[in-house]
């Protein structure tokens, strides 16, 4: 007879193994999509650039100053306008007319914090090859009005 652990006690028991300091994967949540939401999953993103996550839909938390600052606005080989934003060297790529971008326009000032959705791939044209996000979907983070 097999027994099946909760995943919550997996997660502990596997934290529990781990030396100090190491980092367990992020979490995917239903879908396969990988949440990079706690401060842990999200300074490991940022240092390994997220290339590890290439081509897999990602849930991504992300302050609201790097919304405040302005975007690089660019034009694709199809014609299709976009815009991008730098949050720690990751580039954050989406489209120019969608409505969670017009959505986000009118609530940055009070947002402390966004959820993003996306997913990761590589970053065209970039001399340095790093890996981006292509943003499906933003909206502000539950709780994080000032």
Not at 36 to 62: C, D, I, M, Q
Not at 71 to 82: E, I, N
């Amino acid at each position: 007879m097999r027994f099946l652990l909760p995943r919550a006690f997996a997660r502990t028991a596997l934290a529990m193994l781990l030396p100090i300091g190491s980092f367990a994967p992020p979490s995917t949540g239903d879908g396969g999509e990988v949440r990079v939401v706690s401060p842990e999953e999200r300074r490991h993103f940022y240092r390994t650039g997220g290339k590890e996550l290439l081509g897999r839909p990602v849930h991504l938390h992300v302050d609201a100053e790097v919304f405040r600052k302005a975007p690089h606005s660019f034009t694709d080989r199809s014609g299709a306008r976009w815009v991008r934003f730098e949050d720690h060297g990751i580039p954050l790529t989406l489209p120019a007319r969608s409505p969670y971008w017009l959505q986000v326009r009118r609530h940055l000032d009070g947002a402390r914090e966004f959820c993003l959705h996306g997913r990761v791939r590589m970053v065209a044209g970039d001399e340095r090859q790093r890996a981006g996000v292509e943003v499906t979907k933003i909206v502000r983070a539950p709780g994080s009005w000032r």
